[in-house]
């Protein structure tokens, strides 16, 4: 078995210190920011051992750029950024390729993700893909919610606060400043 070489770069979002790591088939990790760089460098660099930190090539500026500008809230490109989906089982690949079609400023519930998927019933096991989800915001589970349209669970640093941060960013409907749910779960139930 040949070793893929894995770079990896920190670079400033307006939502704090993002990382990204690649390999030469593609981005195989995006880091949401921690509670400070320096946290987010090591998690990068638990999550990719061996990965040397080092001038990312063009496809990778233009995925920054893109992930960058998704989380000022301008248009989102990051569906033209390639990813290395090697390591993925093909039941997550699925769920994040399905993921990625999801507008910015739309939302589905994690039933709804199931279904386009073709596994009806299968909402808690696409829960726990995009739990496990190495990509995001590219692969975008912040816009993936709960029955009912709750916010559900979102495992980046900052939890619940950072989804919601992220739908009100892409101005899903229901989620801004001044809506009852910037702050607190959404409940239509």
Excluded at 44 to 69: C, S
Excluded at 160 to 183: D, H, V
Aim: hydrophobic fraction near 45%; include cysteine; charged fraction near 20%.
């Amino acid at each position: 078995m040949i070793a893929i070489a894995i770079g990896i770069e920190l670079f400033d979002t307006a939502i704090g210190r993002c990382g990204i790591a690649w390999s030469e088939r593609g981005v195989v990790g995006v880091q949401l920011p921690e509670v400070d760089a320096s946290a987010t460098q090591v998690l990068l660099a638990r999550r990719f051992p061996g990965a040397a930190q080092r001038l990312p090539p063009a496809e990778v500026v233009d995925a920054i750029a893109a992930i960058t500008a998704l989380l000022r809230g301008e248009a989102d490109d990051t569906p033209s950024i390639v990813l290395d989906t090697n390591a993925v089982p093909p039941f997550e690949r699925s769920v994040f390729e399905a993921c990625r079609r999801i507008a910015a400023g739309s939302t589905l519930t994690y039933g709804e993700l199931a279904r386009q998927i073709g596994a009806p019933g299968a909402a808690r096991a696409v829960g726990r893909a995009l739990g496990r989800n190495p990509y995001a915001p590219v692969v975008p589970c912040h816009r993936v919610l709960a029955a009912g349209g709750r916010p559900g669970g979102f495992s980046a640093h900052g939890g619940l606060a950072t989804k919601l941060r992220l739908l009100e960013i892409e101005g899903a409907p229901g989620f801004g400043a001044g809506s009852l749910f910037g702050s607190a779960s959404r409940d239509t139930e």
